[in-house]
């Protein structure tokens, strides 16, 4: 028989609804205190030190990146613990990725300026509002996110595949495929 999750961060990341009055709340909260702060070292460094960028970068999603990521900070994340980057990944500057729900970019993902990882939502239940529900994002390789995208939770990018620019995807994408538009629909396969 399984055993029940019952960890805060289990609960988060299987979708469970979290509520701020949740007993375990404040573990959940040092994490986000963290990336508060540790994004905001981030975004002061002066310097084109990519090596530095990375080391930040590292201890805010709290594992090594490998040397081939190349951030251009600013770079803003809600909780950062929940990111999982590949090799040859490039993200661009003044990306968001709210990742309590878990983001994942396989190898050679390409993300655009501006983009939005969004995998917290609310309830729609007006009593649940100011509770959150996390659904994982995950960018199959060589996907390339297009500027001021916006992917929304539970949604996966297949492999290859393009969001076109300013687009918003509600729901998932397949390999090889260019969508584009509010919310995104195919325009052509690649």
Request: neutral net charge; aromatic residues 6%; hydrophobic residues 40%.
């Amino acid at each position: 028989m399984n055993e029940p999750v019952t960890d805060i961060f289990q609960r988060d990341r299987s979708g469970d609804v979290i509520s701020l009055d949740d007993p375990e709340y404040p573990k959940l909260f040092r994490i986000i205190q963290k990336a508060i702060r540790t994004t905001a070292e981030l975004n002061s460094l002066i310097t084109d030190d990519l090596q530095e960028i990375r080391d930040v970068f590292s201890r805010l999603i709290g594992r090594k990146v490998d040397d081939s990521l190349f951030l251009i900070p600013p770079f803003y994340t809600d909780f950062g613990e929940n990111i999982v980057v590949g090799k040859n990944v490039f993200v661009n500057h003044a990306c968001t990725f709210m990742d309590r729900g878990g983001i994942t970019l396989d190898d050679e993902v390409l993300i655009g300026p501006k983009v939005n990882l969004i995998t917290t939502n609310h309830p729609i239940n007006p009593s649940q509002r100011r509770a959150t529900i996390s659904k994982p994002i995950v960018i199959k390789r060589k996907a390339w996110i297009g500027v001021g995208s916006t992917i929304l939770p539970g949604v996966t990018i297949g492999e290859n595949s393009i969001v076109a620019a300013g687009s918003v995807v509600t729901k998932d994408v397949p390999d090889n495929v260019i969508v584009g538009g509010i919310p995104a629909k195919i325009i052509k396969s690649i």
